[in-house]
Structures are given as C-alpha cells and as structure tokens.
C-alpha cells in the first residue's frame, strides 16, 4: 500500500494541471473554455458538475445555480452572502473565517481544531481549498457558483461527504476590455473593483482583477466609543490562458488577499442565565455591560478589540490536451494561507474581582500542494466516463497564547458591587500565562472515476468508484507560567505518558497519527421521459477522512482518533423545462444516513466553555428541494428555490464517560426545516439614453439550532428564531450596457437576526453574532464597461 502510494503521489508530481469551467450559453465561450453542448439553447445553463460542459436540466445530480451578476447585484460578495440565494446552503459565522462553517442539507462541519475538514469541499477555479475558511473572502468577477449536494467524491479530487460548492471566475477573452466599478453604502462602507482584460497576442489571453472593500462596522465598543465588526479587504487576480499548440491549452491564476477585520465581536445579549432554570439572574458584571437586548443589542465593552488579520496567495498551472478523442486535463497548485485572531475572551472592559481577565493571540500558517490528473471521454457516445488521480498536503501550525489577569478581594467580607482590580480593594493581581503549539499535516491520495452508459436514446446507467488513502499527522506542547481560568497544567508527551499531574514535563511534544483507507461510490439511473422531463435516481457513498481534537487546551482525555465519517444518500429528482425553456422546475427528495458524525458539542475545560470535536454518532437527514426559473418575456426573469430539511440525531455517542448525551430527534445545527428565496429582475426598455433596471428579492428561513448541545435549556437559548428579509434594487443602464448606476436597500424591513448564538459568557450569559444584514442598509454602485 505505501509503494502504491508513493507511486501515485510521485506520479501526479511530473504533471501539470488545471481545472474546466462554466458557462451560460448566451454568451460567446471563451477560446480556453470547452464549448457548450452542441444542443444548447439560448437561456440553458451550462454546468461542469460532472467534468464536462453539460445543460444543468441534463445533469442527474441536484444543482443550484447562481451567477455571479445575481451575487453583484444582491450586493453581496461572500459565500455568506450566497446562503440567501441557495435554500439549502447555510453559514455559521464566527470570531474568525478559520472557524466559519458551512452546512447542506443541514449537515457540516463546525470545529475549533486544526486537525478536521469541511464535510463541505470548496473548489474555487478547479482548486481544492484545504479548508473552508479560505473561500470565505471576496468573490469577485465570478462567473457562477455550483452547489452540488450530496457525495460527489466520484468527480472531485478532494471527497466530501456532504457536498461540493464549485466557484468559477470569468476567464479571460480575445477582446481587449474591462470595467471599474465603486460603490458606496450607508454605515460607511466603500466598495472598488476593477477588471481588465488584454489579449496578448493571437494565442495569449489575460485578464487582471483587481478590489478594494472597507467598512466601518454594525457593533459599537462602549469601552473605546469606536464602532467593530467592520473590515478592509483588498487583493487581486491574474489569468493568463494560451493556446500552446493545436490540441493544447494552458490557464496560469495567481490570487492574492489581505483581510483587516476587526470582526467578530460577539455582543453579550441575555443577562446572566441560572443554568437550571434557563431564567435571567442577577450578576455583577451587568454594570459593565450594555444593556442586554437579544439580536437587538449593538453594544459590547471589551478593552481587547476582538479582531483578524488575514493573508493569503495560490498559484495553479492548468493543461487540457486534446489526445486523439480523449481529454486529459491536469493541475497543480499551491496555497499559501496566514491567519491571526486577537480575541477578547472574557468580554468585559476590564479584569474585576471574581471577572478574570481573558486575552488570547493565535496566529496560524498553513500551506496546500495539490495535483490532480482526469482523463475525459467524448459525449454523446455509448460510454462516457472521467477518471482521475488525485494528491494533496495540506499543513496548518498555530501558535495560541492565552494571557489572563486573576485578583481577589482584600476586604472581608468580598464587596458586593463590581470591583475592578485596579482598586485597593483588590489583592495585586497575577497573570497567569500559556502558550501552545500545535500543528497538523493532512496527506490524501485517491483514484476515481464515474461513467455512463446510454443503454437508449432516453435510458442511462451511472456508475462510479472512489480509493481513497488519508494521512494525518498532528503535534501539541502547552507551557504555562501559571495556571489560571481558561488555562491547564503544561501539556506534552511526558505529562501525557506519565499522567496529568504525575510527572515532570519532559518537554516532548505529544504526536498522533491517523491513517485510513477507503472505498466509496455512486449508482444511479437516468430517464428522459420526454424531451423536457428527465428523472433519475441514485445512490452515493460518501466519506470524510480521520481527525483529532487538536486546540490550546488539549488534555489526555481528548488526543483519541476521530474516525472517519461515512454517509450513505439516495436521492431522487426530477428536471422539467417547459414552454419551450421558458420555465424550469427541478425536484430532488433525499435520505442520507451519517455514519460516525464528527461534530462539536460544548464542554468545560478549566473553567471556559470550550467545544468538544468527536464522533457524535449516528444522524440522518431527509428532504424535499425545489429550484425554479421563469422567464416569461425576454425582460423579465424569476428565479426561487424552497428546501424542507429534517436533520437529526439518530443515535448520540457520549464523547466520554460519564458525559451528557444529546437526545435523538435534537435537530443537527443550523439546519432550518423550511428554507426559500425568490428573486425577480426586470428590464424596462425606454426611447431615452438609458434602461431601467428593477429587481426584488426575498428569502426565509425557519428557526434553527444554534448550539449543538445534550442540555435543554442550552438548546432552548441558543436557538435562533425565524427570519425573512427583503432587498430591492433599481438602476439605470446605457443601451450600449457601458454605463450603470444601481440603487439598493437591503433587509426593508429592519429585520433583526443572530447569525449564530453561543453560551459561555460573563456569568452565564449568552453570545450573539450580529450580521451587517441584520440591520436595513442602502447603497449605490456605478460601473463603467469598455
């Protein structure tokens, strides 16, 4: 087996690489680009889901399409801000872009260690992002985004078991042009972006993208007067595409961003909660803070501005060769990826008797190298297939220092009030320390393929096979100077092998190692039952590979494996397109069964709420998913989905002795069981110079399950309750299409909402996430094309 691996890894080390994309067959396809289907009409959306350029209603898998001018013209750049338009797509937001999550079908992947991956696979321009997180900044001059749901290890390098989102820039053209584009928006947020698109010579294409974004911020800090959760973000983007030969094309991308977030700050709003009860109690550290007003609140007091900075680069080389009938499309890649989060972790204005003080400073680095190799047959023939190979190491290290500050009271009896320990009051205080450094190295060589056999003109069969060999290596030392609130004793393999508290640190990192081998796939059925119909139904295997618990306050009871996920899913759908393909209506239902799911539930550890990684048991998940499209006249266009989700526990495995179970039927985290959007454009063609632009949209979702936990009345206050928002826009553009000027409102009706709920602040009270569209907004954009 590790001569098989060795063999494969050194093999796709010689090749380059590169990955296909989409397009809309409107519009002229690009000389790098695979042409659209021979039988694609005007309006058809074209899809590379299966590794070729097919009309989504032909594709058996469940697809939500977005484009990347619904995204620009919700006013929304952002994974997160794709959620309103996917029904079945869903963000948990958090302190930091390494700990955002995101979730299909009400299944993903929320975790705090550096040792576990997405059940979600985000592949951006044919590039498998290690983690999800660094998907999570800008999208821009994006052509379209593919939400694949269910297990679609079958034609990904990187398997995941929940689902894939694929992201697709536009490509460069022959056609020397470009657009500038600015955009102001109230609260104090700037938008620029820039495009420029310059052919190089009869067989050189390039395109250089270019953005800027800056805002001040939803939240206001009490403590310093200044406003957070606000950032500024800037980066760019280089294609070069080239025809190097008659059977040979060449695409470069080189990618790089910087993030500034003072984001995210979490507002403290409930009192203090009795954790019997779930009732607000008294506490002293109400004194200090803002008035607590659920998902009203836009205060908080932190002498710590919680906040991220972010930096990170890749490099992909792409070949397509044509050999003979066949494809062989190869790339290679590299990412390169910086993150450090300063945290407020006590979230008060200061250190106070009985009120520790609570800081913490993570950086993390992290690098991918990947290489994957498809060989694609023609279409249209008896047997079509894609097979493939594919390699990646992924490496991450952080360096997590928590610095606390702890007095007690001088006076006896205590003081009753709050008291800082600034006041003589207080004893001097001590500052306990720790500083841990652990890291993990993610090593994955798979095999697969999936073909399809047209037995008929209107019958096809599916197949396919997923090998997949997973290496995880992780390392952990803690020192401490002092032990204090939030912090244990020094953690490395001499405490471990001797036992906590029975042995003189030696120093010696602890280190655990994973491997594991699997076999998934997929079967299924397709039926043309007229020329506008098509049903099918399949079966898919899908598998996440091993993880560790691995974060700062690693102990002895947590450096145990976490087995491999697993989930087993059938889905039926049927793909309908009617009045000559003016209407498209897609139904899929679904049953997926979760295997060994790894989740994270809350724990204490020292004294702090921290989240516990693990293999959480048995959970399924089922559904009924409805995308639609109607463009009745040439101007006017309505695009919706509707998802009902029911995800739960099955059965819960306790994380270890002695801990609480979470009961089966708990819903699964941010899993909302009624979920839809609808969006409606119109154009308004005028005799004067310009057009106007009119467009509405709307989405819903039901309540949700913010905190996974086997406690009720957690679960009860860390539910977040249902929410619809609504966004208009109106603008002007030139006949030419060179000139636009777009007008937007979002969340008309001041909407106020959580994007997440957590438990573990001052005194038992709880945590809010508080979105910059949970508030109403306007903004104004103009772009100038040429």
């Excluded at 290690?130 to 694949?148: C, H, N, P, T």
């Excluded at 094309?249 to 009192?271: R, S």
């Excluded at 997973?470 to 490395?492: E, K, S």
């Excluded at 299409?737 to 438990?759: G, M, P």
Aim: charged share 15%; hydrophobic share 35%; aromatic share 10%.
């Amino acid at each position: 087996m590790k001569a098989l691996y060795l063999t494969g890894a050194a093999t796709l080390a010689l090749l380059a690489a590169a990955p296909t994309y989409a397009q809309t067959a409107p519009e002229p396809a690009p000389q790098a680009e695979p042409a659209a289907p021979e039988d694609a009409a005007p309006g058809d959306i074209i899809v590379t889901a299966q590794k070729r350029s097919e009309r989504l209603q032909d594709v058996p898998v469940a697809v939500t399409v977005v484009s990347g001018d619904a995204l620009a013209t919700q006013g929304k750049t952002s994974l997160e801000g794709a959620q309103y338009l996917v029904p079945s797509l869903n963000f948990l937001k958090s302190g930091t872009t390494l700990n955002q999550s995101l979730f299909l079908r009400g299944v993903g992947t929320s975790t705090f260690s550096i040792a576990g991956e997405p059940s979600i696979s985000t592949v951006v321009d044919g590039v498998v992002f290690a983690r999800a997180g660094e998907a999570f900044g800008d999208l821009v001059d994006i052509d379209q985004l593919e939400v694949l749901r269910g297990p679609q290890g079958t034609l990904f390098g990187k398997n995941a078991s929940a689902g894939v989102i694929n992201i697709i820039s536009k490509k460069p053209t022959s056609t020397f042009g470009g657009y500038a584009e600015a955009g102001f928006f109230t609260d104090s947020e700037y938008r620029g972006r820039a495009v420029l698109n310059v052919p190089l010579g009869d067989s050189v294409r390039s395109r250089l993208t270019g953005f800027y974004t800056n805002y001040d911020g939803n939240i206001r800090n009490t403590a310093n007067g200044k406003l957070v959760n606000g950032f500024e973000h800037y980066g760019g983007r280089l294609q070069l595409d080239a025809d190097a030969g008659p059977n040979v094309k060449l695409a470069f991308i080189a990618d790089y961003h910087h993030n500034n977030d003072d984001c995210c700050g979490e507002v403290i709003a409930t009192g203090p909660i009795n954790g019997a009860t779930g009732l607000v109690t008294t506490n002293a550290s109400t004194a200090v803070l803002p008035t607590p007003r659920g998902a009203d609140t836009r205060e908080l007091a932190q002498n710590l501005v919680t906040r991220t900075t972010e930096t990170g680069y890749g490099f992909s080389l792409q070949a397509d060769i044509e050999a003979g009938t066949q494809t062989v499309t190869s790339i290679t890649a590299y990412r390169n990826y910086k993150n450090t989060e300063i945290r407020d972790g006590d979230f008060l204005p200061a250190a106070y008797i009985g009120f520790n003080q609570l800081h913490d400073f993570g950086p993390q680095t992290g690098n991918t190298f990947s290489q994957e190799l498809r060989l694609t047959s023609p279409g249209h023939q008896f047997l079509t297939y894609v097979l493939g190979a594919y390699y990646s190491r992924a490496e991450s290290e952080r360096i997590f220092t928590r610095n606390d500050q702890v007095c007690n009271s001088l006076a006896t009896p205590a003081p009753t009030v709050l008291t800082p320990c600034s006041s003589p009051l207080a004893a001097p205080s001590t500052f306990p320390t720790g500083t841990a450094d652990f890291g993990s190295v993610f090593k994955n060589f798979a095999l697969f393929g999936q073909g399809t056999i047209n037995i008929a003109s209107r019958f096809r069969v599916i197949g396919g096979l997923r090998y997949t060999v997973d290496q995880l290596d992780v390392f952990h030392i803690r020192r401490t100077a002092l032990n204090g609130p939030g912090i244990n004793t020094n953690f490395d393999a001499g405490v471990y092998n001797n036992g906590l508290g029975g042995g003189v640190s030696n120093g010696v990192p602890f280190r655990g190692k994973a491997t594991n081998e699997n076999l998934s796939g997929k079967a299924g059925v397709q039926f043309d039952i007229s020329r506008g119909s098509t049903a099918y139904a399949t079966y898919a295997r899908g598998y996440k590979g091993p993880a560790f618990n691995v974060f700062f306050n690693l102990t002895a009871t947590g450096t145990n494996v976490i087995a491999p996920e697993t989930s087993d899913s059938y889905e039926i759908g049927l793909k309908n397109t009617f009045f000559g393909g003016k209407l498209t209506l897609n139904l899929a239902a679904y049953y997926a069964k979760y295997h060994n799911f790894q989740a994270n539930n809350p724990d204490l550890v020292a004294g702090v709420v921290v989240t516990r990684f693990t293999n959480a048991g048995d959970v399924s998940t089922r559904g009924v998913e409805l995308d639609t499209t109607f463009r009745p006249v040439r101007d006017l266009s309505l695009t919706g989905g509707l998802a009902y989700t029911d995800a739960h526990v099955d059965n819960f495995r306790v994380p270890a002795p002695g801990a609480a179970a979470v009961p089966n039927g708990t819903p699964l985290g941010f899993a909302p069981k009624w979920k839809g959007n609808l969006s409606a454009d119109y154009r308004v063609r005028t005799s004067g110079f310009a057009d106007i632009l009119l467009g509405a949209q709307g989405s819903y979702q039901s309540s949700e399950l913010g905190l996974f936990s086997a406690d009720a009345v957690q679960r009860r206050l860390g539910t977040i309750g249902a929410y619809g928002l609504v966004n208009l826009s109106a603008g002007l553009v030139s006949k030419d299409e060179h000139y636009k000027l777009t007008f937007q409102v979002r969340n008309l009706f001041d909407q106020s909402f959580a994007a997440s709920i957590i438990n573990g602040g001052p005194g038992g009270a709880y945590r809010y996430q508080i979105p910059r569209d949970a508030d109403r907004y306007y903004g104004v954009t103009g772009r100038v094309t040429f």
